[in-house]
């Protein structure tokens, strides 16, 4: 399974509840996680970077 379609999925149908964590504090639900994957993904495009560009970040 693509990992774009386990978040989106998931943020579907478990939106509200944590995804990411600092510690023992959550930061970003499943729903803002997926929120934040796509503006990033959309900027990279944006940018000339296409699904199966090699890339390099550091």
Do not use: C, I, Q
Request: glycine letters at 12%; hydrophobic letters at 50%.
């Amino acid at each position: 399974m693509n990992t774009a379609h386990w978040l989106l999925r998931t943020a579907g149908v478990a939106g509200d509840r944590p995804a990411l964590m600092r510690g023992a504090k959550p930061v970003a639900s499943y729903a803002e996680f997926a929120a934040r994957a796509g503006a990033l993904a959309r900027a990279l495009a944006d940018g000339g970077l296409m699904p199966g560009t090699a890339s390099v970040f550091s």
